[in-house]
Structures are given as C-alpha cells and as structure tokens.
C-alpha cells in the first residue's frame, strides 16, 4: 500500500512539475505584450524645422535677428518650439554637423537657455544699456543670457568667446 501511495503521489509530482513552465509562460505573456506596447510610445517632437528665417518667424509669432555669422560659421539653421502654448524661436549656426552656435528667443523673463552647466564663472554685464549674465571658465564665455522688452535671449558659443567678443554678440540680437 505504502508503494502504490508513493507512486501516486510521484506522479502527481512530476505532473505539477511539468505543468509548472507551462503556467509561467501563460502569465509571462500579457506581461511582455504590454511591455512591448509601452517601448514603442514616444513623445512628439515639439520642434518644427523650417527652410528660411522669415518661415520660421511666421511660424513664431516674432523674428529674430541675428548677426550674418558667428565665430566664422555663417550655414544657419531654424527651429520654432510650440509645445503647450509656448513659443520658442531657434536659429543654429552650424558648419556640417559641427555646432558653432545657438541663439534662442521666446516671450517672457524665464532664461531659455536649455544650458544647465555649472560654469566656474558668472558675471553679469552691461550691453546697451540692458543686463546681461555671462557664464563660462577660463576668460572664455559660452553663454549669455538676457531680457529685452517682453523677451528673453540666450545665445550659446560651443568654442567660448572673450567678454568684449561675446557683448558685440549680444547688441546684435533682437
């Protein structure tokens, strides 16, 4: 009796056992199937790329101008950001797919940047009569900052320009 006892359950045994990788598969499955869902969800891209400056400033709402070139680098290229009644103008300056510069404008005080480097050192200049915070390392400044009326400005220089440079800069953009 105790045989025939032990034979049934070590039957029972191996059928749980068996039946266990078929159950795993069984759940695993909606599982991965809602994964594979989720990677493939992405977020638009609240940046629309434009021909010319004055598609871009339509685009816009305001135009933006800019020096001819920047640290040599006249190949330019324009971006308007319309995400959620924001408005950014964007224009690149560009030699291939090396970037020289980036100047961006958009209404309000907030900086539009998009820079959250740390720089080593911050001075907030006069240019024209209006304030404008430079951020850079080394005597070199690659970012400056600054409002003017009902916009803010930022204008980015991968290389780094000296402060004299990158204020001449500055009194051309509006």
Do not use: H
Not at 124 to 150: Q, R, Y
Not at 155 to 167: C, F, H, I, P, R
């Amino acid at each position: 009796m105790k045989k025939i006892l032990s034979v049934i359950l070590g039957l029972a045994l191996c059928c749980m056992l068996a039946a266990l990788p078929v159950c795993a598969e069984e759940t695993a499955a909606p599982v991965q199937a809602e994964t594979a869902e989720i990677e493939n969800v992405q977020i638009p891209n609240p940046w629309t790329d434009y021909d010319s400056k004055d598609d871009a400033a339509q685009a816009a709402g305001f135009d933006l101008a800019v020096p001819d070139e920047i640290s040599g680098c006249s190949e330019k290229s324009y971006r308007v950001l319309s995400a959620e009644g924001d408005v950014m103008f964007e224009i690149i300056y560009a030699s291939g797919e090396d970037e020289t510069a980036r100047i961006r404008k958009a209404p309000g005080a907030d900086d539009v940047s998009g820079d959250y480097n740390e720089y080593a050192e911050t001075e907030t200049v006069d240019v024209d009569g209006g304030s404008v915070t430079m951020k850079g390392a080394d005597g070199l400044v690659k970012l400056a900052i600054w409002t003017n009326g009902d916009y803010s400005y930022a204008l980015s220089v991968e290389s780094g320009l000296s402060q004299n440079d990158m204020a001449a800069l500055v009194s051309n953009i509006q």
